[in-house]
C-alpha cells in the first residue's frame, strides 16, 4: 500500500486500542459511492483492527433513487415524442414498469449523457423531440442541472426538461443520526460533494451530535487518514468538521452554491428505504417551473415500494453488509441485477461483488 497508508494503519490500531472498549463495534460510516469502491477495491477493511467496522451510507446518487421515480422515467419513456437523457448508471435500474433499458429495447428514446448541457444540446438539435433529462445526484451534479435549466431558460428552449431527483446530503445524514437505529461513531464525508459545501458545512451535524465529520479524497492513503483523523478525534474528545482533502476549502465553491439557489429550493424528497425527509431534495423555482418535466407531462405519483427480498435500503442505512443481503451474488448479481446497489458502479453490492465476494 505504502509508507503512508502503512503509517495511517499504525495509528489507527494504536488510537483503536486506547479508545474504551464497548460492547458493539466502532461504526464509521462513508457517505460517498467512489469512498465505498476504494474501500472494496483496495481491500481497506482487511487492515483496520477487529471491532473497527465500516458502514456503508447513503451516498451512491442512483441507490437512494426511490422507486417510485424509476417508475416515473420508464413511463415517460413510453410515452411517444418523448428523448430520456441520462446518465449511464440509471439505464438497467429496474422497477415495477421494468427498466429503461428494458423500454429502449422495446423502441423507447433512451440516451446516456454525460452532462446535463448535453442533454440541451440534444434538444436544440431536435426541436421536434421533447427531451427529458433526469436529474439525479447529490450537490456535485445539481449545479450542471441548474446551469443547463438557466441555458435553456435564456435560449427559451420549449423542448427541454428535467425530471429532478436531486438530493441534498447534509439533511440525511441528521435523518440517520435522529433515527438512532444504526450507531455511527463518525462520518467519512465525501469528497466531491464537499468541493461545492466546504467541510465547515457538516459543523452543524458535529454541534448537534458530537460526531465527528472529515471530508477525504478517494485514494486509499486519503480514506486511511480520514479514518485516522476520525479516531483521533473520538480519542481527544473533541469531534470536528474537517478535510484531508486538499481540494475541498472551509467554504466551498460559492459559485456553485449560489447557482443552486438561482435555480432550486429545498424541498422534501422521498429517499429509498428512508422516506421523505424535509428539506433533502432540490425542486425547479417557480421560474423555471416550465422545465419541470412532471408538470410539462403531468405525471401521475408513483407509489414508493421496496423490491421484495432486496436489501438495498438496508445497505444504504448501515445496518448491513452487501454479504448479507440473501440475494448477494446468488439471485443478484452484476449481470442480473435486483438493486440498484448492483445496478449502479457506486453501489455497495457491485463493488463488494467485484472485490470482496472471494475474501
Keep these: 500500500m505504502g509508507k503512508v497508508v502503512d503509517k ?41 483492527p477487529e471491532g473497527l467496522r465500516l458502514v456503508s451510507g447513503p451516498g451512491c446518487p442512483v441507490c437512494v433513487t426511490d422507486q417510485s421515480y424509476i417508475d416515473q422515467a420508464v413511463q415517460l419513456a413510453r410515452q411517444g415524442e418523448v428523448t430520456i437523457a441520462t446518465y449511464g448508471d440509471m439505464v438497467r435500474v429496474p422497477g415495477r414498469l421494468g ?18 448541457e448535453q442533454a440541451v444540446e440534444i434538444a436544440r ?3 421536434a423531440s421533447q427531451v427529458v433529462f433526469l436529474g439525479v445526484g447529490f450537490e456535485t451534479t445539481a449545479p450542471g442541472t441548474a446551469m443547463a435549466v438557466r441555458k435553456a431558460g435564456r435560449e427559451d428552449l420549449g423542448n427541454f426538461s428535467v425530471l429532478t431527483a ?23 464525508c465525501p469528497g466531491h460533494v464537499s468541493v461545492i459545501l466546504g467541510y465547515r458545512a ?3 451535524i458535529v454541534r448537534d451530535f458530537a460526531r465527528p465529520c472529515v471530508v477525504a479524497g478517494f485514494e486509499p492513503g486519503q480514506v486511511m487518514a480520514g479514518i485516522r483523523d476520525i479516531l483521533q ?3 481527544d474528545g473533541r469531534p470536528q468538521a474537517s478535510s484531508v482533502y486538499p481540494s475541498v ?15 432550486f429550493v429545498p424541498a422534501d424528497a422521498c429517499w429509498r428505504a428512508i422516506g421523505v425527509v424535509a428539506e433533502s431534495g432540490l425542486e425547479l423555482r417557480e421560474e423555471f417551473a416550465r422545465f419541470d418535466a412532471a408538470r410539462r407531462f403531468r405525471l401521475p405519483e408513483m407509489e414508493s415500494y421496496e423490491l421484495p427480498g432486496c436489501r438495498c435500503g438496508d445497505v444504504i442505512c448501515g445496518r448491513c453488509l452487501p454479504a448479507e443481503c440473501k440475494l448477494f451474488a446468488t439471485t ?3 449481470q442480473d441485477p435486483v438493486g440498484p446497489c448492483m445496478v449502479s458502479s457506486e453501489g455497495a453490492c457491485a463493488a463488494a461483488y467485484k472485490y470482496e465476494r472471494h475474501a
Excluded at 100 to 108: K, N, V
Design 8 to 48: 495511517d494503519c499504525e495509528k489507527i490500531h494504536e488510537l483503536f486500542s486506547s479508545l474504551s472498549r464497548c460492547a458493539r463495534a466502532l461504526q464509521i460510516m462513508e457517505v460517498c459511492g467512489t469512498h465505498t469502491t476504494v474501500i472494496a477495491r483496495s481491500a481497506l477493511r482487511g487492515l483496520l
Design 99 to 116: 427498466s429503461l433499458a428494458e423500454a429502449r429495447s422495446a423502441g423507447a428514446s433512451v440516451v446516456v449523457v454525460y452532462s446535463a
Design 125 to 127: 438539435r431536435n426541436p
Design 166 to 188: 436531486h438530493k441534498l446530503i447534509l439533511p440525511v445524514m441528521r435523518a440517520l443520526l435522529e433515527a438512532g437505529d444504526v450507531p455511527i461513531d463518525g462520518f467519512l
Design 202 to 204: 457538516y459543523e452543524a
Design 233 to 235: 478525534q473520538l480519542s
Design 249 to 263: 476549502s472551509a467554504e466551498g465553491n460559492t459559485v456553485a452554491q449560489k447557482l443552486l439557489d438561482e435555480v
Design 332 to 334: 443478484c448479481t452484476p
